[in-house]
């Protein structure tokens, strides 16, 4: 008997399915607020192609935020995805997050000044920070059992005061920011620049290009990564056959943290001038859980979905101009990861109907 | 004596962070992980801080308004635990996803409502909180003692607590001496949600005159660490969340403290998470979790 799969279990079939049920529960709510949608879809327009159609003017600048914005979103949903793919929840990406932007800032106020090499370095040293900090839970994970979920989400919080702690004591602190970074440590991009009106698109791209590319080199064409796969798939089967699950399960974080230090590397250099001494989280690294549940925790999937988080951050300020909560991005995100969640339910329907032909076929 | 002075201020931040912990342990006891803890308590904080500011507005006595924006943050905290509830006990979805959605639409719609209701990223400030007892307590305090000692009851010395932790350890035994297993766990995780939103409205009314984003600022994800280094008993979770909530309130009040003043305050908020992940890798292997937790029950699979 042949069994097809069914459309809705496809996984991409369902991500897009989960994004629009998402728009369409925020634009209920928009509505039932007394607000017009129509705005809401508007500030998308514009975030996305730069053109206002209210006044049919154009502004490439929007179409460079929207990139720009989405870089971090990207890397932080590779972070989570290749967790994911090993059978990992990484909730830590934002504490791997704090502390590549907290060396990067480290190395940018203090490193040499040597055009390149300077702001390299601070990339550098944010991605072996995230490498480190993601690294440890896997050990955690690996050796002494302790869930990667409570761990990564007690880490998330000593970053951020650890990163207070040293921020604080970086040239120039007071108590939100620090010395400005000499010229050498920023990341701007003149030619992006010129071509997008002052847009604060950057070199950062670039690494988020390399990025995705690397995580899809590393999962789908190593052997690193089909040991990863499997160990995801099966964890008991992947030891039986002899994959080395502690080591796989410990270079998957770390490596997951990697992604998730860059961006907080890349936001550092590339968004400020200066160094930030954080009182709260950024909330890049949980975006970026639903940035990769969205994607499926593939490279492409998860550059698309960063994308659409990145379009949706910057059209932000357009909503709130147009009178539409700005929060309505952030209802429409939850509402989405809400409905991943809720996709157990499609297996769950799927066999009810198996079920029921079944029962036909046999004629009960 | 200095000590004795803190203790208000001190329980005054323990409290809030001791009743959600309590309602995590009783939703982990049934099998269900609840990580939206923070967000819960964000809901019950935003709910209970609206509910007083335009309750107090219109000239309400001025403690029954009190008493029902707690009730409210208390509902509301419930009604949002469904969408947890639904998802991991009906749907047998991934408990983390579902728990790190409403983490994340908390975020949103507590401001999209401040945003709808007060034209700005918070709520109004309400004129007066609660007030502290003739010992300088809050009544949060008392009311934190009354959940873990109802707890305790419940848990063990109650039929339907028995119940509530044989779904945690062993769903299937459960289910086949006639215990419904997806009633208990629904009970419990209503219980967790209606608990942390109770708690938000306590952070909001005592510890702030109006609810912003940085309300809650990570007291739900504390709570959540209390529940596994309180190794998922009432006592223990009671003596977690009074360590936990110490060191947050040394953050707050070191500066007055010369001998404190050498270390940044920093460390005390600090101390919770390091604490939490060196019990965790010491205890690693004795497992005190519920054997079943996080795991969706399926009736009639093996």
Request: aromatic share 10%; glycine share 12%; charged share 10%.
């Amino acid at each position: 008997m042949k069994k097809k799969t069914p459309f809705l279990q496809s996984d991409g079939a369902v991500s897009v399915l989960v994004v629009l049920l998402g728009f369409l529960v925020g634009t209920i709510l928009v509505a039932l607020v007394g607000k017009n949608p129509l705005n809401m879809y508007k500030a998308i327009l514009q975030a996305l192609s730069g053109y206002n159609i209210d006044n049919g003017r154009m502004n490439v600048r929007y179409i460079g935020e929207t990139l720009n914005y989405s870089v971090p979103f990207i890397l932080c949903g590779l972070s989570m995805g290749f967790a994911n793919r090993v059978g990992l929840f990484n909730i830590g990406g934002e504490g791997q997050y704090i502390m590549g932007m907290t060396v990067a800032q480290i190395i940018a106020l203090l490193g040499p000044q040597i055009p390149v090499l300077h702001w390299l370095l601070a990339l550098l040293g944010a991605m072996v920070i995230g490498a480190i900090w993601g690294g440890v839970v896997g050990i955690l994970k690996a050796k002494y059992e302790v869930s990667e979920v409570v761990s990564t989400i007690m880490l998330n919080y000593v970053a951020l005061y650890l990163s207070r702690i040293i921020c604080l004591q970086l040239p120039g602190a007071t108590t939100y920011k620090t010395a400005n970074y000499p010229e050498t440590a920023l990341i701007g991009n003149e030619f992006f620049q010129r071509i997008t009106k002052n847009s604060l698109l950057n070199n950062g791209i670039f690494f988020m290009i390399l990025a995705v590319l690397a995580f899809w080199f590393i999962m789908e064409k190593t052997s690193l990564g089909y040991g990863m796969r499997a160990t995801g798939f099966n964890k008991d089967a992947a030891r039986a056959s002899g994959i080395p699950v502690v080591k796989s399960i410990s270079i998957s974080m770390a490596i997951s943290g990697v992604f998730a230090g860059l961006a907080g590397g890349i936001i550092a250099l590339g968004s400020f001038k200066y160094g930030r001494v954080i009182a709260g989280m950024d909330n890049y690294g949980f975006d970026g859980i639903a940035v990769a549940l969205v994607g499926n925790s593939t490279a492409f999937g998860t550059t698309i979905a960063g994308l659409l988080f990145g379009l949706l951050k910057n059209a932000q300020a357009l909503m709130q101009a147009k009178q539409i909560p700005k929060e309505i991005t952030f209802i429409i995100q939850g509402l989405i990861v809400i409905f991943i969640a809720l996709r157990s339910a499609l297996k769950l329907y799927q066999e009810y109907v198996d079920k029921r032909r079944l029962q036909k076929e046999v004629g009960l | 004596m200095m000590v004795l002075n803190m203790l208000p201020s001190v329980l005054m931040i323990v409290a809030p962070i001791l009743i959600t912990a309590i309602g995590g342990m009783i939703s982990e006891k049934s099998g269900v992980v609840n990580i939206a803890l923070e967000g819960l308590m964000m809901i019950g904080a935003m709910t209970a801080a609206a509910a007083h500011v335009l309750m107090e507005g219109s000239g309400m006595n001025h403690t029954l308004s009190l008493v029902l924006a707690l009730a409210l943050g208390l509902g509301v905290g419930g009604i949002f635990s469904l969408i947890h509830a639904v998802a991991a006990i009906n749907l047998n979805a991934d408990q983390t996803i579902s728990g790190t959605g409403i983490n994340l639409l908390a975020n949103g719609v507590t401001i999209f409502a401040s945003q709808i209701l007060f034209n700005a990223d918070r709520t109004k400030e309400f004129r007066m909180g609660m007030q502290t007892d003739a010992l300088g307590f809050y009544p949060t305090a008392y009311l934190a003692l009354i959940v873990v000692l109802i707890s305790w009851f419940v848990l063990y010395k109650l039929p339907f607590g028995m119940h509530l932790r044989a779904c945690g350890e062993h769903p299937g035994a459960a289910e086949s001496v006639g215990i419904n297993v997806k009633r208990i766990r629904y009970i419990a995780v209503l219980a967790s949600g209606m608990l942390a939103g109770l708690a938000g409205g306590c952070v909001v009314l005592t510890q702030t005159i109006q609810y912003t984003s940085n309300t809650i600022n990570g007291r739900g994800f504390i709570a959540l660490a209390a529940v596994s280094f309180g190794r998922w008993r009432p006592v223990g979770v009671a003596g977690a969340a009074l360590l936990f909530g110490t060191a947050q309130a040394f953050a707050i009040i070191a500066n007055n403290i010369p001998a404190l003043r050498i270390l940044p305050t920093e460390v005390f908020n600090i101390l919770p998470y390091v604490v939490t992940l060196v019990a965790l890798v010491v205890f690693s292997g004795k497992n005190y979790a519920p054997a079943s937790v996080g795991k969706p029950y399926e009736k009639g699979a093996s």
